[in-house]
């Protein structure tokens, strides 16, 4: 069906009223309705051959892959939702109920929750960057034999017409760097978890791989996706540029990103495709917290151009133990989440913790 671009509009606005939710009952949005086992995934002679493009399926690849890995992340916190993949689904959830996953061209309903709400649109950048977000690191948990137990094929079912875009068997190849780094993700937690180190150790060694993993994942997605962004207005893919680069700085952190904390970093997200009339932090219809993540989020990225990238550079460098990533996460929390903190002092205190790496 082919859709005027006031129409998409309007279906990309529909989620307003909804301001930031990322969960139900709890959990992210549609878990309870997404397999659970690889044999309730599309199969066909032996090979299970999962629909990236279908929310539920996406998210059954998640689902695979925190039930598999649970047994090896009691360093993670007592509680029983620290598994530090949870923030994947959740992000994937938000993209979803902020209409992030609709088709931007109109060309089709793909995305919208009136039509087709669990259809991801492969025009979608948000798509296109949570693919390799979903689908690389469950592939290489499947290599790795923590999905399947090492006896399962899987063949990723991709459109022939974006086979260029999304790769589906050949993703070793085509993004190397990404699914190594998965893979030894993966390999390693059975190894860290039965380690005689103390769990505080245990906790930055799993941390620091998942995130290097998720850097990578992101940094072919920037290149692979690029194109999608011209479907968007100005200040959306402003936003878009600023999410990716935030994802250094939690990275560089170690931000243990558990069910419970990542829905508190994520309740201040843009509940909305942003429009080129948007100006935060004084945008009508979002709330508060929204307006000034978004005008953080900004922030942060035109000082570290101002400053020819040596911002996120100060920052990774000033990560450089596992005490230092833990005074970062407190400033990222007080960067998101106290409208009093000082932005102007972020340089001296990276300053000040460089000198004691």
Known sequence: MQLSRSAVVF??????????????DGLPILWGSAPSMLSELPQADGVVKPDPFDYLQRM???RLMINATDPYMSSMGPAANENPLWGLPLQLGWKLRSGRLVDPTGVSTCGQESFSPVCIATSSWWGCVNYHLSVLPFLAAVEAGVVGDGQAQVEIQVPAEVAAVYCSSNCSSTHPDAMNKWLT??????????????????????????WSAQLASLDTAASTCADKKALYSGKEVAYSESWLSSAQYVGAAH????LDRSVQFMRPLPSRVLLQTDIPPNIADLSTEENHTLYIFGWMTTANKLLGGSLTLMWQKAMCTSA???????????????????????????????TKC
């Open 255 to 258: 931000f243990s990103s558990g």
């Open 60 to 62: 059954a690849m998640y």
């Open 11 to 24: 279906a990309l606005l529909v989620t307003v009223c909804r301001a930031a939710v990322v969960t139900e």
């Open 324 to 354: 230092a990533r833990e005074k970062g996460r407190t400033l990222l929390n007080d960067l998101l989440f106290n409208p009093q903190f000082a932005t102007s002092s972020m340089l001296s205190i990276l300053s000040e913790m460089i």
């Open 185 to 210: 993700f993966f390999q390693s937690l059975k190894t860290i978890s039965a380690s005689e180190v103390s769990d505080e150790e245990k906790r930055d060694q799993i941390l620091g791989l998942m």
